[in-house]
């Protein structure tokens, strides 16, 4: 049958509507081809940050801090920030003496005040439970620092500090005193100096103008940031604030509250210290990084009393700053900051 030219014109007219209509979400982005999916967020820009030839590094455009878009997964996110590394530096030691054992740091630290981290030792080279006497407690301490010492820190570059939150168990008050007896100086510090002195060791120079530090400790929390060219701390509960009978909610609410004075262009980045916030941290680092970045509160299933009551505080300071970016530095804590306080 032979189909005529007004024939062929019809057909070709279907067949190009059936076509515009097949085509047509390719055509207008259409989200059955652009859409992804990924359980890896990006780096946070502006946290790789290098020194210009001044050896002074540069100020930080504004990191973004932007969450997942809804509908994607978060398993791990990225903090790439790496520290300067000092120049002719000198090993320095320092000792937390706390309620339950000592924590320990040795860093190469220059005249620069950059230092690296050369050891840690988070509370288990000396339990208390077996210093009986002041005996067993003077030959304890001399084993211990013997260990230090083989590190390479010289007797007067060696520093003792007892926390705010240890200075009122009785156990810490006998190891202050034979520190004492054994010539060494021993530093109290407030929980404000431990706000402050958490800052400088944490808080990288590039975010230390728009970012702040929380250190969640067993006996209180710290909060700080730089203002105006100075550094500002409060004090908020701990993690063990349960032992004290205090409500869930009523801490919660008061961690709303103070966090709430955080002023807004500082709540780029929450840099986090502390027990929690470590037990937390462990659960998804990747491998030996030096920054961890902490999932959101309710991304984590507490598994025991004083872990719920981390949470609750952890929970309280991100909603009150609405910070979703809290960096868990494995390296740095308040006593370190203590050693870049003092003079060379």
């Known amino acids: 049958m032979k189909i005529k030219p007004l024939g062929i014109i019809v057909v070709l007219l279907i067949i190009g509507v059936l076509g515009y209509f097949a085509l047509k979400p390719r055509l207008t982005g259409g989200t059955a081809d652009t859409a992804t999916s990924s359980t890896t967020s990006p780096s946070i820009p502006g946290s790789n940050q290098t020194p210009d030839n001044t050896g002074e590094v540069p100020a930080a455009s504004t990191p973004s801090t932007t969450p997942p878009a809804a509908g994607t997964t978060e398993e791990t996110r990225a903090f790439s920030y790496t520290p300067e590394k000092p120049?002719?530096?000198?090993?320095?030691?320092?000792?937390?003496?706390?309620?339950?054992?000592f924590n320990s740091f040795v860093i190469n630290m220059d005249r620069q005040?950059?230092?690296?981290?050369?050891?840690?030792?988070?509370?288990?080279s000396l339990a208390y439970e077996g210093l009986a006497t002041t005996d067993d407690i003077r030959a304890?301490?001399?084993?211990?620092?013997?260990?230090?010492?083989?590190k390479g820190v010289a007797n007067r570059n060696m520093h003792f500090v007892i926390s705010s939150g240890a200075q009122k168990a009785p156990k810490t008050a006998i190891i202050s005193n034979e520190l004492k007896k054994m010539g060494y100086v021993v530093n109290n510090v407030t929980a404000e100096q431990e706000g402050k002195f958490g800052f400088s060791a944490t808080v990288p120079p590039a975010f230390a103008d728009n970012s702040f530090l929380v250190d969640i400790g067993s006996g209180n929390t710290k909060i700080s940031w730089q203002e105006n060219g100075r550094l500002q701390s409060i004090e908020l509960p701990g993690a063990k604030?349960?032992?004290?009978?205090?409500?869930?909610?009523?801490?919660?609410?008061?961690?709303?509250?103070?966090?709430?004075?955080?002023?807004?262009?500082?709540?780029?980045?929450?840099?986090?210290?502390?027990?929690?916030?470590?037990?937390?941290?462990?659960?998804?680092?990747?491998?030996?990084?030096?920054?961890?970045?902490?999932?959101?509160?309710?991304?984590?299933?507490?598994?025991?009393?004083?872990?719920?009551?981390?949470?609750?505080?952890?929970?309280?300071?991100?909603?009150?700053?609405?910070?979703?970016?809290?960096?868990?530095?494995?390296?740095?804590?308040?006593?370190?900051?203590?050693?870049?306080?003092?003079?060379?």
Do not use: C
Request: aromatic share 12%.
């Open 87 to 101: 120049e002719n530096g000198t090993l320095r030691g320092v000792v937390e003496v706390g309620a339950t054992g």
């Open 241 to 344: 604030y349960y032992e004290k009978g205090t409500a869930d909610e009523q801490v919660y609410n008061q961690v709303k509250t103070l966090a709430a004075k955080v002023p807004q262009d500082k709540r780029n980045v929450g840099f986090i210290l502390g027990g929690v916030p470590f037990t937390l941290a462990k659960q998804h680092r990747q491998g030996e990084e030096r920054y961890t970045v902490l999932k959101a509160p309710e991304a984590y299933k507490a598994a025991d009393k004083k872990m719920a009551s981390g949470l609750t505080i952890y929970k309280g300071l991100a909603e009150a700053t609405g910070t979703d970016t809290f960096v868990f530095d494995w390296d740095a804590n308040f006593t370190i900051g203590f050693l870049l306080s003092l003079n060379q």
């Open 140 to 150: 304890g301490l001399k084993k211990y620092l013997s260990a230090m010492f083989d």
């Open 113 to 124: 005040k950059r230092w690296e981290i050369v050891s840690k030792d988070f509370g288990e």
